[in-house]
């Protein structure tokens, strides 16, 4: 059974992961291996458990030891629970938790994103999507829209940095996903290698419509988000086979990367089967 320890020393050095708000020193916690993340609320921990995430320890408020995270204590078999009231809890982390929860988890060494391409009939790609809240919905959206797998350029941000991991509500552990090896615009080339239809989503006057049927007929199709502001690189678009456009209203001329991804994933994937449950 889980191990129960009462906090008396913020500073204890086994408490680091918690404190730590540097999120690339956290990745880089066990160089040259995989470093740790950190899971916040119940719902988030749960996902990553089942996806087959390892616990390193579990930082809970004292209330719902015997509550809403028992089941989660009770899973981590051997893993130590470090625990104290909310105000404990919020001097020791810089903020309030979610529910009183937090999970220290080992990373995973990234898949290739070749192996990931396998059997995917629709991707989304992000080049350079910074926003750790932006990239947390995108991931949401994507997996409640029926998108197979997220790639991400070097340059975008982790998704397993925790304020991704939360906004996502965990679903960064259901769909696969992985950094793409090569720089912008290169990236493109080697989706269409692997028979990828390219679009990108640009504000430009010689687009298609995400509904036009030359979009939703491709087989293989890699829907493509760009930073926010800049939108994506001007290579980027050239290379891609379509650039497509969302219509709007108003004078309105853009919508938030995480908005317009949304609708594109509908739009894609709405002739796929719901799953039931």
């Known amino acids: 059974m889980a191990e129960i320890i009462e906090i008396t020393d913020l500073g204890a050095k086994e408490l680091e992961p918690y404190v730590c708000t540097n999120e690339v020193q956290l990745k880089r916690y066990y160089e040259p291996k995989p470093g740790i993340f950190i899971a916040e609320s119940p719902k988030v921990v749960r996902r990553a458990l089942?996806?087959?995430y390892e616990p390193i320890s579990l930082l809970c408020e004292k209330k719902y030891i015997d509550g809403q995270a028992q089941d989660i204590i009770s899973?981590?078999?051997?893993?130590r629970v470090y625990t104290a009231a909310s105000d404990v809890l919020t001097e020791l982390t810089g903020f309030k938790l979610t529910q009183g929860l937090l999970c220290a988890m080992r990373r995973r060494e990234p898949a290739k994103a070749e192996y990931i391409l396998k059997g995917c009939t629709r991707v989304a790609v992000?080049?350079?999507?910074?926003?750790?809240?932006?990239v947390g919905a995108i991931f949401r959206n994507?997996?409640?829209?029926?998108?197979?797998?997220?790639l991400l350029t070097k340059a975008s941000s982790d998704p397993l940095y925790r304020r991704s991991v939360r906004v996502s509500m965990?679903?960064?552990f259901q769909i696969p996903w992985t950094f793409l090896e090569?720089?912008?615009p290169d990236y493109v080339?080697?989706?269409k290698e692997h028979g990828f239809a390219t679009a990108a989503m640009a504000l430009r006057n010689n687009t298609v419509s995400i509904s036009s049927p030359i979009i939703s007929r491709q087989q293989k199709l890699a829907v493509i988000l760009g930073t926010e502001g800049e939108g994506l690189d001007q290579m980027t678009i050239s290379d891609c086979d379509f650039t497509v456009k969302i219509p709007m209203y108003h004078g309105v001329d853009s919508l938030n990367v995480a908005t317009a991804g949304a609708i594109a994933f509908w739009e894609l994937t709405k002739n796929?089967?719901?799953p039931s449950g």
């Open 75 to 79: 899973a981590c078999d051997g893993v």
């Open 272 to 274: 796929k089967d719901t």
């Open 126 to 134: 992000l080049e350079n999507v910074m926003n750790q809240t932006n």
């Open 142 to 150: 994507a997996a409640a829209l029926g998108i197979d797998a997220v």
């Open 170 to 172: 965990g679903t960064v």
């Open 182 to 184: 090569q720089p912008v």
């Open 50 to 52: 089942e996806a087959g």
């Open 189 to 191: 080339r080697f989706l």
